[in-house]
């Protein structure tokens, strides 16, 4: 039998919303084909967790895929019987739902949703940024302007639905005949039929474009995030709403800097002698410039020193986070023998009273 939708996310049909984005969040990173070069199987995974998504995550969708099929067998006649193989209950269920998508098939829902991976640099993703991002989505012909009929005729009224989209639906039920509407399958809802198609784009009014997108992302965006632009997914016929675009961000590590929300923070190696007498030294920051800054002596290693609102900084809530700054003393390696006589020497001028940890330790 094939998977459900929740089968192939891995969910329980009572999965909320958030259960249902975590669900695919996590699938479409494993399976994405840039982690996966020449994995069909893989390829096949990432396809079938952006459909399983794409429905689960529309209501509309969700409530048609989320109904029980029927036991009652189907009798179809009347103007405009299908004969498609929908059970009665779906059509039942249609009338009082009004269900955007038919017993026949045809639907009027938006566009389908494009899911993007996009990699952004550690700086662009802490400050946010512009960004144009390529996208192949269907668009409107500009043939026929997104007509489908061939630039210069005409539209004949649909003789099947008398121009109106829809047709009437008869149905014998255990609980009598019940009728109700559809969309008419000749001229697929639209009440026109095409006199000439459009040479072009062959009567579908869309064509596959590659498109450039300006995308703003947001100051702090994080890495992992799947960030939704409305309307900016497949276009569909007749004017309906566009699917959007999910994209998933990827944040490219730093060299020196981590960060977690607002905060950066940085790992900065200093001598023994640095650490014991203290000393200046120079801290970098996120946008190239350093800063010097007062070690006082006696610092011990891990020691963490805050540097308050030198974070990244988020203008548009007027709030900065901080840096914080981990010193590791650094041990001299390969040391000469003058050079461990004299630290000998030192070591045997230095008390033991003069080290907190040791002395507290031979305290216990």
């Known amino acids: 039998m094939a998977k459900s939708y929740y089968d192939i996310l891995g969910v329980p049909k009572s999965a909320t919303e958030a259960d249902i984005k975590n669900a695919y969040r996590s699938l479409a990173k494993k399976y994405h ?3 996966n070069p020449g994995d069909d199987n893989a390829a096949q995974m990432f396809k079938d967790v952006n459909e399983a998504y794409e429905t689960l995550s529309d209501p509309a969708k969700k409530a048609h895929d989320d109904r029980p099929s029927s036991g ?14 929908s059970s009665f209950f779906d059509d039942f269920v249609n009338m009082f739902n009004n269900d955007p998508t038919d017993s026949a098939g045809a639907s009027s829902s938006a566009g389908g949703d494009i899911s993007l991976n996009v990699t952004l640099t550690f700086e662009e993703a802490a400050y946010g940024v512009q960004k144009d991002v390529a996208v192949n989505r269907f668009e409107p012909c500009s043939a026929c ?19 109106t989209g829809k047709v009437r639906f008869a149905q014998e039920t255990p609980f009598g005949r019940v009728v109700s509407m559809k969309s008419c399958s000749a001229c697929n809802g639209s009440g026109k039929i095409i006199k000439e198609p459009c040479p072009t784009c062959n009567g579908r ?12 992302f ?12 409305p309307g900016e997914g497949e276009r569909s016929k007749y004017g309906s709403k566009a699917g959007n675009l999910v994209l998933m961000v990827n944040v490219m590590p730093h060299k020196v800097f981590k960060r977690k929300g607002l905060d950066l923070s940085v790992e900065i190696p200093i001598t023994f002698a640095q650490a014991a007498l203290g000393d200046k030294i120079l801290i970098p920051m ?21 540097l308050k609102g030198q974070g990244i900084e988020n203008t548009k809530k007027g709030i900065a986070g901080d840096l914080l700054v981990t010193v590791d003393i650094e041990l001299p390696k390969n040391l000469t023998k003058e050079q461990k006589a004299k630290m000998k020497e030192l070591s045997d001028m230095i008390k033991i009273e003069q080290y907190d940890k040791a002395k507290e330790f031979l305290k216990k």
């Open 145 to 163: 302007k997104g007509t489908g009929a061939k630039s210069g005729t005409q539209y004949a009224k649909c003789n099947s639905c008398g121009g």
């Open 72 to 85: 009652f067998g189907n009798t179809n006649s009347g103007s405009g019987s299908s004969g498609t193989g």
């Open 33 to 35: 084909p840039d982690l």
């Open 205 to 216: 009014s869309l064509l596959r474009k590659n498109v450039n997108l300006r995308i703003t």
């Open 218 to 229: 947001p100051v702090g965006i994080e890495h992992g995030q799947i960030m939704t632009v």
């Open 286 to 306: 996120i946008k190239g410039n350093k800063v010097s800054f007062p070690l006082p002596e006696g610092t011990q290693s891990g020691t963490v020193f805050k």
